[in-house]
């Protein structure tokens, strides 16, 4: 057994605390698909105010929260472009093609940030031989990309490219409170560059379970019907909304400890020759390359996990670590140890 595990596969591995706990026990509920639950109304109400929009809907997941998006401001035979390495394209089961007969057309973007050049030239002309452009989504923070802050005046610029041709423009903010304490821009202003945004309250902020869309309000009229019809309607689900509450008071501001664990694990891989980061650091997330391929890469991730250290293999010789409020200093210490040795 290993003298300690330090969990950095994700931020999703987070527990609930004691008060956050407290605040579920306290939570007063209703039935929120028959719309009176007091609990959720007010988690809806205060992230709709805080991105500047008119409305906002609490569903199960992030991935159900970015297919509500499409299935929202989209019909079958449109086209979204996004960026290859996006949450939506990799990692969301082809919900919407399956689902909503989109068609996804990913763009190679450096670290995750569309090209800008290129999705001007990606947008279709009007032709009865092509899908009709419908949406730009973007994806900030960008997990594939280590959790690198989308540079704001991109983001606007991708907002003016989309008005131009009349899209939509949806965020998928699974990790943008991180954006929002790395950046110091606020919530607001990444509000005001798209139509329709995704925050999951189930990563690095530490509720149990949970998202929200947040859009204008018949946007969000026609998600809730999507929400019902694919089995997401849930009834005291104030328990939970309470524990996203808590989080959106007490564990945004905090959010820089995490960034500031994940800059002391990056420093410590851009000092080891055998290793290489892969972006820099700007959040809570580490991908790093082993280079040295005279490393067996099965054996070194092999070696950290029985070092106690529980890393995502990334594919190509690469790992990812993700810092959240469950990891301690002294967890980082232990880590650091353990890599040096390793390497
Ligand atoms: C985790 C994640 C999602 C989806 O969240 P789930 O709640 O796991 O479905 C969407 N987008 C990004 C960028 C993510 O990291």
Avoid at 13 to 41: C, F, K, N
Wanted: aromatic share 6%.
């Amino acid at each position: 057994m290993p003298e300690r595990t330090v969990d950095l596969r994700s931020d999703t591995v987070t527990r609930p605390s004691q008060p956050m706990r407290a605040a579920i026990a306290a939570a007063e509920v209703g039935d929120d698909v028959l719309g009176d639950d007091p609990t959720v109304i007010r988690l809806e109400r205060t992230m709709a105010d805080l991105l500047g929009k008119e409305a906002a809907l609490y569903v199960p997941s992030g991935t159900m929260a970015n297919l509500l998006a499409l299935l929202s401001q989209t019909k079958p035979g449109d086209e979204v472009i996004l960026d290859r390495n996006c949450h939506i394209f990799n990692y969301e089961a082809a919900g919407a093609a399956v689902i909503g007969g989109v068609q996804l057309h990913p763009l190679d973007g450096p670290g995750g940030f569309l090209p800008l050049g290129a999705l001007e030239g990606a947008i279709r002309p009007e032709n009865i031989h092509h899908p009709v452009t419908s949406l730009i989504a973007v994806e900030n923070t960008h997990n594939r990309g280590a959790g690198r802050v989308y540079p704001y005046d991109q983001l606007e610029k991708v907002r003016a490219i989309a008005k131009k041709d009349g899209l939509r423009v949806h965020l998928d903010g699974a990790r943008l409170a991180n954006a929002v304490v790395a950046s110091g821009i606020p919530f607001k202003k990444y509000g005001a560059i798209a139509d329709s945004i995704n925050i999951c309250f189930s990563k690095g902020l530490g509720a149990p379970v949970g998202s929200i869309l947040i859009s204008d309000a018949a946007t969000v009229k026609k998600a809730r019907y999507w929400r019902k019809r694919l089995g997401g309607g849930m009834r005291q689900c104030g328990i939970l909304a309470a524990a996203c509450l808590y989080a959106m008071e007490n564990n945004v501001e905090r959010l820089a400890l995490d960034h500031a664990k994940a800059s002391r694990i990056a420093a410590l891989v851009a000092s080891k020759p055998a290793l290489k980061l892969l972006f820099p650091v700007e959040t809570n997330i580490v991908i790093f390359r082993v280079e040295d391929e005279s490393i067996d890469f099965e054996g070194f991730t092999r070696a950290l996990g029985e070092a106690g250290v529980l890393s995502l293999a990334f594919g190509n010789r690469s790992v990812r670590m993700v810092t959240h409020l469950d990891i301690t200093d002294d967890d980082i210490d232990y880590v650091e140890k353990k890599l040096s040795r390793i390497c």
